[in-house]
Structures are given as C-alpha cells and as structure tokens.
C-alpha cells in the first residue's frame, strides 16, 4: 500500500482531521474482522449493517485510524482517532484515484511503468481478470481483485494492495446503472480497456439491454488516446463501441470475424471440455497453440480477452499461450469440476448466472456428458426486470433439447423454467420442482449414481454453489430436515 499520512488522507478527501496528523496505516479494510494492526477502518454505512457500529471491534484488532461520517468516542469518552467525511464510500475512491497517481509518478521517476487494466462485460469478467493476472504475474508483480471486487468499494480496496513495485494492476468494473464504470475509469485511469460482452444480467435494475451497452461503453470512453480499448467482436453492441473511444482499438473473435486482429484458429474442446486453439495475434508469422484447462467453449472468448490485452500490454506471444494453458479457474464456483471417489461428476458454476451464461453452462453440460446420465440444478436468474419468465421459460425448453437426463429446479423464482421444461415434454421424474435447497440435496443425495454429471447454476443470492458444495463431498445418509437449516 501506498502511505499516506493521517493529514493527507483528510486533505486528499476533504474530510476533518481529530487525529494525531502524522498517523500512517498500512492498510485499509471495510469490515472490522479483517482489520490488523496499523489499519484504516472505513465505517461505511451498508445495506444490511452500518459500519460506525464496529469501529471499536476495530480498534480492538489494531486500527489506529478510521474514515467516519460522524464522529465516535469509545466507552471512556476518548473519540477514535478519525477522518471525518461526507460520504465513506467517495472518500475511499478519492484516496484511491491519488495512490494511482502516486504510483504511477514513482515508477515514473524510477524510469519504470504501472500498467492498469480494466475488465468489463456481463459475463467473464473475473474469469478474464484471472486469466490476465496469471500472465501477468510471469511478467512482474502485479495486483488483482479477490474474488468479484468489482464496484466502487472493491476497486478502492484491490487499489489499496498495490505499491511502488506494482508492475500490473487489474481491475474489475461491475455497474448496476448508468456512470458507475464511468467514476472506476476517473478512478484508476486504465491504460488499457476490456469489453467482454452486453447480456442481459441486471437488465431490470438498468431498464433495458441498450442502457447495459450504454454503461459498459463508458469504459471504452474514458480511455486516453494513448490507451487500447480491447473489444469482442462477436457482440454487435461492443463491436459497435469502436466509435466510442480515441483510443486504438484491437478486436478479438472466437468466431471467425475477419477483422479482429486477435484470433482462436482450429478451435476446438477435447473429450474434457477443454478449449483448444491456435491463438493469432497482431503482426505474428506464427499461431501458438493453446491448450486451456477451463471448462467450456464459451471460455474461448474469455481467453482470447486476455491474449489480447496482455498482447496490447507488450507480452510476448509465447508467454502468453503458455500462462493461457497453465491456468485453471482461480475464483471458485466458476465451472469448478469435482470427481467424487463414487463416480459422480460435479460442475458447480453458481456464483452467478445470466441467460446468456446459462445457456453456455448447460451446453457444456451436455457436450461432457455424452454416453452419461445428465443432471442440471438449477436456480433463478435474478434481475432480468420484465424479460424474467420469458428467460426462465426459455432455460426449461433448453434443457429438454439438449436432452439433458434430469432436470431440478430450486426456488419458486425459478418455477416458469420447471413448467416449461414440462411444456416442452418433459415428464415424471426428468424434471423435478423442490422448494429449498434442501429438498434437493436429500434428492439428489438419494438418487445420484456412478457416473452421473450434475451441473449446478443460479445466480448468487440464490446460494445454489452451497448446495454443490454440499452435494460434492462423499454421500451422506439424508438427516432429519429439522437438524438442518435451509441454504435459500
């Protein structure tokens, strides 16, 4: 972390100062339990608890600093050493947008580059950013998000990780409306821009799918002419961001487009769903054979992403084909595979689903599972706002057509995906409703076989990645409903 004194934290976010001015933490954390000794605790109001209620839990574990919207005083009277600002969250990209700057200007002076990259897209965002990360690693230091720490509190916080020897910064950008990648771009100042794709996850919250492409492109916007916009060619509305920057734009395809400069010739996935290809890039004589230990083909666009980023931020192509095929996934619940000693398969790619994702994991799903007895659990898709049961409903009448062995729907939000699967001509006991969690798991747990490959796939808050979890250790004797407690 980039030190900043307890003096130019208040200047930097024109907060008060009722603290010793020459304070200097070596961190900065959000959530007490992680606070360590010599942090900066921001005690940020949130949806389901408020910040300034554990500053002294804080305190407690070795905090000698916190950013507060109103001041605090612990039980003898003594306020906490504090910042007091106007809004914790903003105050936290301000911090963040000057330890960029100071970073930067460092490495400058030492005659050496900081090279920032932000990723964006309805699906594979962190898939990419890991992929990228792992390529850049063999290259110099570098910092990445944990996990999916893609807003405006998750930049600011993987911002925090990185120091004067940061070589590679990546960064995440998630939105949920309009100018949200817009503030993470006059943060971080990307030299280089990553758009994945336009789906249709969040469309409700947004009010649309153009509104999506419109919030995306602000990534593409707000890079210097100096910087690279990487854009996917096989999505018509990225495509059509090209005319949305002045940065140079290098284009990636999975699909053939004779115009992107960065390719996956002979593409291909082999017996375990392996993606296989011969990467193109820019100016090559030469392909260099890929050979991806991530499940799926629709993880070629992924991976050709982050060739094409790592090609625009001076890799070699060698390099680049090699940290592609060393890499397996590395954020959980992503397509992760689990052979239990009986025979059964797991697929657990329940962080999050979208149609878009979904209809890719189930093809997966059905690809793998030639000559196999097929299981898709599968929960809602939420925040589609009024395409919901249109979606859903097309999900069920995937599932039959892929002819997929059994079908488990879980949660009454994903009940129009069940009763199409029946429309569709699905009967008896291929498709099956539960109402929770566990109901599934004493199903499947009951009928599962050797052999048998099951596909797991919701979005998050349905917490269908715990059920996996469950259901991929070693087969249990059902218990007593009441001596558990429901995963929904």
């Not at 305190?59 to 910042?83: I, N, Q, W």
């Not at 106007?86 to 580059?113: Q, S, W, Y």
């Not at 990228?132 to 990445?144: C, D, E, P, R, Y």
Request: proline share 4%; net charge negative; charged share 20%.
């Amino acid at each position: 972390m980039i030190a900043f004194t307890a003096a130019e934290i208040a200047e930097i976010t024109s907060g008060r100062l009722d603290a010793d001015p020459g304070i200097t933490p070596l961190s900065v954390v959000t959530d007490s339990r992680e606070a360590t000794p010599g942090s900066l605790y921001v005690a940020k109001p949130g949806e389901q608890a408020d910040g300034h209620d554990f500053i002294a839990a804080a305190f407690e574990a070795g905090a000698v600093l916190a950013m507060v919207e109103r001041p605090l005083a612990g039980p003898d009277g003594t306020p906490y050493p504090s910042v007091v600002v106007t809004d914790a969250v903003l105050a936290m990209g301000a911090l963040a947008a000057e330890a960029v700057r100071r970073i930067r200007a460092i490495r400058a002076e030492a005659g050496e580059d900081l090279t920032v990259v932000g990723i964006t897209g309805s699906a594979g965002k962190t898939t990419t950013k890991d992929l990228l990360a792992g390529i850049f690693s063999a290259q110099g230091k570098t910092v990445a998000p944990r996990g999916s720490y893609n807003g405006e509190v998750g930049v600011p916080l993987t911002v925090f990780q990185a120091g004067a020897d940061t070589r590679y910064l990546v960064i995440e950008m998630g939105a949920t409306g309009i100018g949200h990648i817009r503030y993470l771009v006059e943060m971080v100042k990307p030299d280089i821009g990553v758009v994945l794709g336009v789906g249709t996850a969040h469309a409700g919250e947004f009010g649309g799918v153009e509104n999506i492409a419109r919030a995306k492109g602000e990534l593409v916007e707000g890079l210097a002419a100096t910087g690279t916009a990487i854009i996917n060619l096989d999505d018509d509305r990225v495509a059509a961001m090209r005319g949305r920057t002045t940065a140079a734009v290098l284009g990636f395809s999975a699909e053939g487009r004779p115009d992107a400069a960065v390719q996956a010739l002979n593409a291909d996935t082999n017996g375990g769903g392996n993606p296989e290809f011969d990467l193109l890039l820019p100016g090559a004589d030469t392909t260099h054979h890929v050979s991806s230990r991530l499940i799926g083909a629709h993880h070629m666009g992924n991976l050709l992403a982050a060739a094409a980023a790592a090609f625009a931020a001076g890799v070699p192509g060698t390099d680049i084909a090699a940290g592609l095929s060393s890499q397996a996934a590395a954020s959980r619940w992503r397509m992760e595979r689990t052979e239990r000693a009986d025979g059964v398969t797991i697929i657990n790619d329940a962080y999050n689903a979208n149609p878009e994702s979904m209809r890719a994991a189930l093809r997966t799903l059905a690809d793998l599972g030639q000559g196999r007895r097929t299981w898709a659990v599968l929960g809602a898709m939420l925040e589609l706002g009024e395409d919901t049961i249109r979606e859903h409903t097309a999900v069920g009448t995937q599932v039959v057509r892929l002819n997929i062995s059994r079908l488990v729907v879980v949660g009454r939000e994903a009940r129009a995906l069940y009763v199409s699967a029946i429309q569709e001509g699905s009967w008896g006991d291929e498709c099956i409703f539960t109402e929770t969690a566990d109901e599934a798991y004493e199903l499947l747990n009951a009928e599962l076989q050797p052999g048998d490959l099951v596909l797991f796939k919701s979005s998050n808050s349905v917490g269908l990645r715990h059920l996996g979890d469950r259901i991929a250790l070693p087969p249990q004797t059902p218990q007593p409903a009441d001596e558990r407690s429901s995963l929904l």
